[in-house]
C-alpha cells in the first residue's frame, strides 16, 4: 500500500523524530537520499552540471546539501538563492564543497535543475524570480527535480490553481504527500521517489493500492465453489440507441470473479450480449450485486433503479444510472463511477471545477449521497463517505477511450459480486482495469473491448506475484 499523509500528519511526525535524535539528522537523511536520486536521474556526476533553485526555508537546505555532496563527488553545482534567508549551514557546507552561488543565467547550460523553492512549508504558486528561473529550465530543455514536491502545487489537495514546477523527477521524503497522488498536481512530479528518514506515521487518509495489496484483496474461488457461490451479478446496461454498452460492460463483467452474469434488457440487447457471450444468462433471478447503467440513455427506469439502491444488494451505478440518484436513504453498499461531467452535474458544479478539485469534490459527493465514488480520470480518485480515499495511478492515458467505462462498471460490478466492499471492489477495479490497458496499448492505442480482453490476464500476473507495470 502506498501512503498519503497530510502535512500536519508530517510535520508532528518529524517533530516526535527529531526529538530523539541529533540536530540535523532528518535533514541529512534526506539529503543523501536526495543526491543519490540525483545522480541516478543525470546518469554520471562528475562533470555533471547542477544547479540549485533555493527557497527560504528547509527544501531549500536539501537541495544545499544534497549539492554539498554532488560537489564533493566533481560536479559543478551552483546555488541561485531566491531569499536571503537561504539555508546558511546548508549554504556554507556547499560552498566549502566547492559548489558556488550564481544567477538564473546558469540555468540554460545546466544538465539538472534541483528544485528547493518550497516544500511542505509552501502556498501554492511561484513567486516572480523563482518563477522566471523554472521558465529558464522550461525554455533550454532542462529537467528538473523537484525536492519533496514541485514548488507551486498545493501539497494537501493536489491542487495547482496557479504557476508551479513540472517535475521530470520527485524526491520525497518519509511518506508520500497528497500531491503526489492526486493530479492534476500529480502529473506535475514524474515519478516519485521515496526516501525512508525513519518517521513513524498514523494511519493515512488517502492510499494507493499496489500490486501485492490486490492480490490479497482479490476474491479467490476455493475447492467447494460453485458459479452462485462465487457471486451472481445482474447488469441493467444497454438500450436501443446503445447495445454496445451492454455487450461492453458484460465482457468487463466476466472478466472478474463471478461465476454467473445474468443480463436484464430489451430482448434486441439481450439477443447481443449473448452473442458474444453465450455463458450469459437472461432475465431477473437472484444476484449479489448489481451493475446499473452503461447505455441506458433514455430507456433509464429511475423508480427500479431506486428500488434497487434500496434493497440489500449492494449496487454500482454508472453513466445514465446516475440520474436515479438521490439523497434519501441508506446508501452504504453503493458505488457510483462518474466522469468529472457527471459528478460536476450530481454536485451542481462546472465540470472544470471538479476536474481542478478532484479530491474535494469526490469526498464531497461521498458525504452527500451517502455512497463510495470512483472518479474517473487520469489518477482514479475513491473516496468513501467517512473520508477516506484510495487513489489509483497506474492508468494509462491511451484508457481515454469509448466504452472504457463500461468495462470499468462490469469489472466492478463483478467484485462487488464476488464479495468486496465497494472501497475494496473500486480500488481493485480501477487498478486490474489500468493494469489491463497497458497490457492492451503497449505504448498505442487501445479499443475498451480489447482492455477488457486483457483483464483476464492483468489478473493473472497478479495473482501469480508479477508486477504488470501496475
Ligand atoms: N518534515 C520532514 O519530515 C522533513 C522535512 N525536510 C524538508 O523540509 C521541508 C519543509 O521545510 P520548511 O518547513 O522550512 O518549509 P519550506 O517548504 O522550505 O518553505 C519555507 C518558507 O517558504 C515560504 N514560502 C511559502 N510559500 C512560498 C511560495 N509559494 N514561494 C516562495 N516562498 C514561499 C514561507 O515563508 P514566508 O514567505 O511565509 O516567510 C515558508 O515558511 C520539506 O518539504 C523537506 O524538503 C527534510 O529536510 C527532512 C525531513
Ligand atoms: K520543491
Known sequence: MRHAHTVEQVRAAEAELMARLPEGTLMQ???????????????????????????????????????????????????????????????????????????TED??????????????????GLKPQALAAVQAAEEHGVPIVAVD??????????ETPTEHVKAALTVTFGTHKICHLIDPAAAACGPVHLVEIGLDLPPAGVQSLQTADVRALYPLPRGESDKYSRGVLGLIAGSSQYPGAAVIAATGALAGPIGMLRYIGPDSVAEAVRAAHPEVVAGEGRVQAWAVGSGLGDELDVAKVRELLDAEEPVLLDADGLKALDESGDHDEVLITPHAGELARLLGVERTVVEAERLKHARMAAEQFDVTVLLKGSTTVIARPDGEVRVNTNATAWLATAGAGDVLAGLCGSLLAGGLNPLDAASVGAYLHAAAANLASAGGPATAIQVAGKVAEATRLVLLEIDSGG
Open 149 to 158: 514536491m514541485p514548488s507551486g502545487v498545493d501539497v494537501d489537495t493536489g
Open 29 to 103: 537523511r534526506a539529503a543523501t537520499g536526495l543526491a543519490v536520486a540525483i545522480s541516478n536521474f543525470i546518469g554520471h556526476v562528475y562533470g555533471a552540471r547542477v544547479v540549485l533553485l533555493v527557497g527560504s526555508g528547509d527544501n531549500g537546505g536539501d537541495a544545499l546539501y544534497a549539492g554539498e555532496k554532488l560537489a564533493r563527488r566533481g560536479a559543478g553545482v551552483i546555488a541561485v538563492l531566491l531569499s536571503d534567508k537561504a539555508h546558511p549551514a546548508g549554504l556554507a557546507a556547499l560552498l566549502v564543497a566547492g559548489g558556488r552561488v550564481g544567477s
Open 107 to 124: 540555468i540554460a547550460t545546466a544538465d539538472v535543475v534541483v528544485d528547493g523553492i518550497v516544500g511542505i512549508g509552501g502556498r501554492p
